[in-house]
């Protein structure tokens, strides 16, 4: 008799551990990892261009540049340019700034009305932001001239306008 309740118990233990690890594997295969996660974002954020159009693009232009490579060359060339190296790169830092509850927020944010809207504006946004940095830029180079040239600090001044891109913006750590 004692036997035969040790061999009930261990069966209801059994039972009950293996429904324990189906629950689990369910849970886990059905959840997205942090990676599919931030991959997500990064794709609905539109913040980074997840697809291989962009790998066939760049090197596109390469072809437009180098006339002289032929085709059979460029087959060799393709196969070491692989831009998932570089997503995953982009996956990491994103993963680094944010915790997962902060990346299933921004998905959340992305995925509503006002999100779709900063996500289709954003582009328009940044080249204004863009432009009016240079036109404030341009205004205090000729602000800071006048007034070097007025205290006699500069005999001729630089042209008013630069050519080429403005010296990138350096951060004081």
């Given at each position: ?17 293996i429904c324990l690890g189906m629950i689990l594997f369910g849970i886990f295969s059905f959840s ?142």
């Open positions: 008799m004692k036997e035969s309740l040790w061999l009930i118990n261990i069966n209801s233990m059994m039972k009950k551990i997205q990892t942090k990676q599919d996660k931030v991959k997500e974002l990064i794709s609905l954020s539109g913040a980074f261009p997840l697809s291989k159009k962009v790998e066939k693009e760049l090197i596109d232009r390469y072809k437009k540049k180098y006339t002289n490579v032929p085709e059979s060359e460029w087959k060799s060339i393709e196969k070491k340019i692989n831009i998932d190296e570089l997503v995953n790169k982009a996956i990491e830092i994103y993963g680094s700034k944010f915790s997962d509850k902060e990346i299933d927020g921004l998905l959340t944010f992305y995925k509503s009305d006002l999100g779709k809207k900063v996500i289709q504006n954003s582009p328009e946004i940044l080249s204004e932001i863009q432009n009016e940095m240079s036109n404030w830029g341009s205004t205090v180079t000729e602000t800071i001239n006048a007034d070097l040239v007025k205290l006699g600090y500069l005999k001729s001044p630089p042209p008013s306008k630069s050519e080429g891109p403005p010296p990138p913006m350096v951060t004081k750590n």
